[in-house]
C-alpha cells in the first residue's frame, strides 16, 4: 500500500510548484540541476579562462550585454570600426 500525501505547493521565484511525493520533487529538481549544467561553459585550464577574457572580449560582452542586439549583422553595427 502507498500512502498517498495531500499536494504540497512550493513557490520558486513566483513559479508555483506542486508536488506529491519526494520522489517526484528529487526527480524534477535533478531534471532543473542538468537543464542549468547544460548551460554552463567548462574552461580545461585558467589559461583557456584568460584567453576568452581578454580585454577586447570583455569590450564585446559589454556592447552585448548593453545593446542587446538580435543578431550578428546587428552586433556588427554596434562596433566601433577599427582604426588603420
Avoid at 47 to 68: C, F, G, H, P, T
Wanted: proline content about 6%; hydrophobic content about 45%.
Amino acid at each position: 500500500m502507498t500512502l498517498r500525501l495531500p499536494a504540497i505547493f512550493l513557490d520558486f521565484d513566483g513559479v508555483p510548484y506542486e508536488f506529491r511525493d519526494a520522489h517526484q520533487l528529487l526527480a524534477d529538481f535533478f531534471t532543473e540541476v542538468d537543464c542549468v549544467l547544460e548551460e554552463i561553459i567548462w574552461f580545461t585550464s585558467m589559461r583557456s579562462l584568460a584567453e576568452v577574457l581578454s580585454d577586447e572580449n570583455r569590450a564585446l560582452l559589454k556592447v552585448i550585454q548593453d545593446a542587446k542586439p538580435q543578431s550578428i549583422s546587428t552586433l556588427v553595427g554596434e562596433q566601433p570600426r577599427p582604426s588603420s
